[in-house]
């Protein structure tokens, strides 16, 4: 089993669509979980930490559910611009070793 | 804060000669750094992990004389592909985890490096 799973997509919205991602982890122990977002033909960038609580930056809003192991990431009124590739992103409590998740890549679509 | 710049941004070279990629982090110490690759249209794939003063940590399937890498201090982590081939074109890019020194603990990626093996 993976240690982060995604669906790939893609997922094609209209703009101004709320569009939910979300991501599993295999290792209960895990601590820190991330999204990042990768531009075509560019790196990934740190989109937002996901904390327990949840956590809301402007249109975005991350939440953990350490219970069932997953998280998400949801995306309000979106934006031609949000369209990418968008990656979670587990750091378990021991070790250097971030592990990703393949992406789920997201078009916005006028 | 936590810039990580990578040199080259791009390559073009010749089969057969060696290519140096360098990864500085620029405003933070990073004692690990990470090289991963992607084709197009894939995932990001991890060669190696590298520790400052140790030698690096290589995924399985990646041949460590093939990719050399060297992290001889806290903001500077080098790749070198030897003998490249054209099967080893690709997107390269560094990234450094920060830790502490007012920036959050996660990993921050380099703009990344195209090579192109003609």
């Known amino acids: 089993r993976k240690e982060v799973e995604q669906d790939p997509g893609p997922f094609n919205v209209p703009e101004g669509a709320t569009v939910a991602f979300n991501c599993t982890y295999s290792?209960?122990?895990?601590?820190?979980f991330f999204w990042y977002r990768q531009d075509c033909r560019k790196e990934p960038k740190l989109l937002m930490s996901v904390y327990s609580s949840g956590n809301e930056d402007g249109r975005f809003t991350a939440q953990l559910n350490r219970a069932s192991q997953y998280i998400s990431l949801l995306i309000r009124d979106s934006k031609l611009s949000d369209s990418a590739t968008y990656l979670c992103v587990v750091l378990p409590n021991t070790g250097n070793q971030f592990y990703f998740g393949t992406g789920t890549s997201l078009t916005v679509i006028p | 804060g936590a810039v990580v710049s990578q040199h080259p941004s791009r390559v073009i070279c010749k089969s057969g000669t060696s290519v140096k990629i360098e990864c500085r982090s620029l405003d933070f110490q990073a004692t690990t750094m990470f090289w991963y690759r992607q084709f197009p249209k894939q995932s990001l794939m991890l060669m190696a992990t590298?520790?400052?003063?140790?030698?690096?940590?290589?995924e399985q399937g990646v041949e460590k004389d093939k990719f050399l890498i060297n992290h001889a201090s806290l903001t500077l982590s080098t790749l070198t592909v030897t003998s490249a081939h054209p099967e080893d074109s690709s997107f390269y890019i560094c990234s450094a985890r920060g830790y502490g020194q007012g920036i959050q603990e996660t990993q921050y990626f380099g703009p990344g490096t195209r090579l192109l093996v003609l």
């Open positions: 290792n209960s122990a895990s601590q820190s």
């Open positions: 590298s520790n400052e003063g140790s030698k690096a940590t290589y």
